[in-house]
């Protein structure tokens, strides 16, 4: 089934005359960058999922929130539909921007407000890099926790966006734990502060709501995030298994001991070569698979955890374990992990990355089951995993030009989305659902559920102008997806959906 | 795969709940949630049919391995930290009790948290999924078991401190965290100025402080992490031991307060940004609060109008909440008013989840 945006079972486009609304625009806001020609659209036609291109209607690069502010209003007024959109690496198509919308990107918002090493925050404009707060940071001895793998570009308002996480968010949490106030325009133009530089505010949690939310329910204009002392050390310890499944149980194991690693990571077999031929981090490339550990904090308590550590992977059955031995082997044990998707992609012409969760314990059933699919589509997947919190990125290796493989590859992805739900996790841990996922919506709620969402919505953008087809599914789309769901549900072997 | 032994009292009420639901529904009649009824004094008064959570009791996963667990929202809060502590883990945000009949559900629709909150997080931070009972009597299912999940709008934390407004909360899943290995607490005499330099100086480095609170001359500390970076840590910073109990009693609001606070007066919650110095009140010293948080929860009795106080509040980036007494609330408006936008989508989110205003009408605001 089609993730495309199908008239039929996602309603009907407005009807929307380009040029009157480019008149209206640049009428209202003054000194507005609008890009209108086809030439100047292309470079915005996808975002990190870029198998799905679509060309916007209008591109506008704002500068002042005057100028967002008054699209907004002029938007909301004349009934056309708005993306936004950051520095565009999100993974599941949030920011595909619509034949019929306007593109608003906020890329120009790029400044850090104000650092304050006292109260440990950083005030900053959506467009800053994530990587650049830490920076910023540094000298004062404070960094920002979540450090999703595409850090270095992918920009705080999308992370607030799609409740970004990273290789830390066992110990020190995903966005959503990590900002403490986010000032929004919502579609009419009205300001708002959620949250607040207290630790909570009076009303709703607002703050969780708009987290995650995937730019549809308002414009992030400014994000107040928390700042943490960097810890005095860390540490990493590098095991290899002969076995998948035994390096899951160890996770368990470490975790069973009473440590909360900062970063525990898994690759298996396929993606530790991949790895190790783009980045040569020293992995042990014959391993089924490798267990990345990463203790920190104070001195003596990280020697004392690395010990315990040690002694669980050994009673675990690890083949081989290795500590770094300084920061350096550190850093490139970890730019293994951290280019894995890249490295991927040089064993393949394209690659499909998923981010399903599930519990922990259910780790040997699904990767059973994810290469029981692999052979039965005949494509390979790599399978990186966030061990700690039980976050997986199967990597499934595919050519598009090859007639179908495309395809194939979504189906295998879909089914492997839909066996996630099954073992009672997610199909999505922390690139969010944006187009990509919204068939798989169905497989995970039910449709009172997704009209509980709808409701949200409504009491934001009851006119759905704020990127519209995303995230939420309509009931005609979950009604056909059941519809094929029952019909293959006569062949044994098919997804027995959520557990109750 | 780890859940528990059930015990005798464990009972699945939510069809029954669901039904009392559906009739308030179609009559359109308000109801009033209460589950342990020790949290009246944190909001306005309800009027409406009593609905207790009570009958809908019991703990329905474990895994600590996993560091989840998943319980029904009428069980008592102490059954639940009992479980967890007999595999060595917590609710690392220590919610205040208030009484042994406290919920598990009104933990969470309080949205209260304890001394730990600034290090370790709030209740919402800790929550990863919930069922909830919709104003058609329909349970419904949000955020799940696992660690990262951002499949749909994140209803689950929005349900935290939302007061059972917006929908029956029937069950909640946690993320629980193992119990520090270490823990020493301590007491030093400092005046109320140099608590808070020594606490932004500590704070910027990597200290194993766990909770902080500066009251009657003293600040205490409470220090928690592994063995050998509490022992340093202790070393370092010196003062007298102090026993433990002091938390408990100050996550619980039982402490004494200052001498020359004034004991009838209501009680106040100030939030506030952690570095806010003194707010220079009128005949209200600083001197006579609690200071939680490092300084970012302060507790106040006092008859200062509340105007004055939120006014000073607001200018320092916080709020002000007033707190009745155990028999009931302390002011018609207990929460900081919130400005017009905000409470306009307030209001449109509670008529969009909530449309006959059955779930709780009034309790956080009269205007909802």
């Known amino acids: 089934m089609n993730i495309l945006y199908d008239e039929r079972l996602d309603g009907m486009k407005p009807q929307l005359d380009k040029a009157a609304i480019r008149d209206s625009l640049v009428q209202a806001i003054p000194g507005l960058t609008l890009l209108h020609r086809e030439e100047d659209l292309h470079p915005f036609e996808c975002d990190g999922l870029s198998v799905y291109r679509t060309l916007p209607m209008l591109v506008a690069l704002p500068e002042t929130l005057a100028q967002v502010e008054q699209l907004l209003k002029t938007c909301h007024r004349l009934g056309v539909p708005v993306v936004t959109r950051g520095a565009g690496t999100g993974l599941s198509g949030g920011a595909m921007p619509l034949e019929h919308g306007v593109l608003l990107v906020l890329s120009r918002f790029s400044r850090i407000l104000e650092i304050d090493p006292e109260a440990r925050i950083a005030r900053v404009e959506p467009g800053v890099r994530n990587l650049a707060i830490s920076e910023a940071a540094s000298p004062h001895g404070l960094y920002y926790a979540p450090d999703p793998s595409s850090q270095i570009a992918c920009s705080i308002g999308g992370n607030v966006a799609e409740n970004a996480g990273g290789v830390h968010c066992l110990k020190y949490g995903l966005t959503v734990h990590n900002v403490i106030k986010v000032e929004v325009l919502t579609i009419e133009g009205e300001h708002m502060t959620l949250g607040s530089d207290a630790l909570d505010a009076p009303g709703f949690d607002l703050l969780a709501l708009f987290n995650g939310s995937e730019g549809m329910l308002g414009v992030v204009t400014e994000i107040t995030v928390k700042l943490l002392p960097k810890p005095e050390t860390a540490k990493v310890l590098m095991a290899s298994f002969d076995d998948v499944e035994k390096a899951g ?18 690759m298996d077999n396929l993606a530790i070569r ?26 003596a308590d990280v020697d004392d955890d690395c010990a315990t550590v040690r002694r669980v992977l050994e009673a675990a059955g690890a083949t081989g374990i290795q500590q770094a031995r300084d920061d350096a082997e550190r850093a490139l044990f970890w730019a293994g992990r951290k280019n894995a998707f890249p490295a991927v992609g040089r064993m393949s012409p394209d690659y499909y990355c998923m981010d399903g969760t599930i519990p922990r314990r259910e780790l ?35 050519d598009a030009n ?41 497989a995970q709620f039910r449709p009172d559920e997704l009209a509980t969402f709808r409701a949200a919505k409504a009491a934001f953008d009851p006119k759905e102008l704020l990127n519209p087809g995303k995230n939420i599914p309509t009931p005609a789309r979950c009604s056909e997806f059941r519809t094929i769901k029952s019909a293959e549900a006569a062949v044994p072997t098919h997804s027995q959906g959520r557990p109750e | 795969m780890a859940t528990i032994a059930t015990t005798p009292h464990d009972h699945d009420a939510s069809e029954s709940l669901a039904e009392r639901i559906r009739q308030a529904s179609a009559e359109g009649t308000p109801l009033r949630i209460v589950g342990g009824d020790t949290r009246g004094f944190y909001g306005r008064p309800v009027e409406g049919a009593k609905l207790s959570t009570l009958e809908h009791r019991g703990v329905t996963f474990y895994d600590p391995v996993e560091l989840v667990v998943s ?47 600034p290090w370790a997080g709030s209740v919402r931070d800790f929550v990863l999924g919930t069922r909830v009972i919709n104003h058609e009597g329909i349970e419904q299912r949000f955020g799940g ?58 704070g910027r480095e990597p200290l194993p402080i766990s909770a902080a609170t500066w009251l009657d001359g003293a600040l205490h500390l409470r220090l928690e992490g592994g063995p050998s970076s509490v022992a340093a840590t202790r070393a370092r910073i010196g003062g007298d031991d102090l026993d433990g109990g002091f938390w408990n009693a100050l996550r619980d609001l039982a402490l004494a307060f200052p001498a020359n606070g004034n004991d009838d007066a209501p009680l106040w919650r100030l939030s506030l940004p952690h570095r806010t110095p003194s707010l220079a009140l009128s005949n209200t010293p600083e001197e006579t609060m609690i200071h939680d948080w490092a300084g970012a929860q302060r507790w106040l009795k006092s008859d200062i109008d509340a105007e004055t106080l939120r006014s000073a509040c607001r200018q320092a980036g916080g709020h002000a909440t007033c707190l009745g007494s155990r028999e009931g609330p302390g002011s018609a408006e207990p929460f900081t008013p919130l400005p017009s936008v905000l409470l306009k989508y307030h209001r449109n989110l509670k008529a969009e989840l909530d449309p006959k205003g059955i779930f709780n009408p009034g309790r956080l605001y009269a205007a909802f």
């Open chain 1, 249 to 266: 149980n160890a996770v368990g194991a470490i975790i069973a001991a009473g440590i909360i690693p900062g970063g525990l990571e898994m």
């Open chain 2, 145 to 202: 078991q696992v660690m990262k999940n951002v499949a749909g709008y994140d209803l689950s934390r929005l349900m935290v401190g939302a007061q059972g407004t917006l929908g029956l909360l029937t069950e909640i899943s946690f993320k629980v965290l193992p119990i520090p290995g270490a823990v020493h607490s301590l007491r030093i005499e400092v005046s109320l100025e140099q608590a808070r330099n020594r606490l932004a100086d500590w």
């Open chain 1, 402 to 442: 090859t007639p179908g493989e495309l395809d194939e590859a979504e189906a295998l992805g879909g089914k492997i989305l839909e066996l996630c739900v099954e073992v009672g996790g997610t199909i999505t841990g922390e690139h969010g659902v944006g187009r990509e996922k919204i068939n798989q919506m169905c």
């Open chain 1, 274 to 299: 991949a790895a190790e031929d783009f980045i040569g981090a020293g992995y042990p490339v014959e391993a089924a698979a490798i267990l990345l550990c990463e203790l920190d904090g104070v001195e």
């Open chain 2, 71 to 117: 319980v029904r929202s009428g069980t008592p809060l102490a059954e639940l930290e009992a479980v967890l502590a007999e595999q060595g883990q917590m609710l690392p945000f220590e919610p205040p009790r208030f009484g042994i009949s406290s919920t598990v559900g009104g933990m969470v629709a309080t949205g209260m948290s304890g001394p730990r909150r």
């Open chain 1, 364 to 398: 040997a059933r699904v990767l059973k089951g994810i290469s029981d699919l692999s052979e039965q589509y005949g494509l390979r997947v790599a399978n990186v995993f966030h061990a700690g919190d039980g976050n997986m990125h199967p990597l499934i290796l595919f």
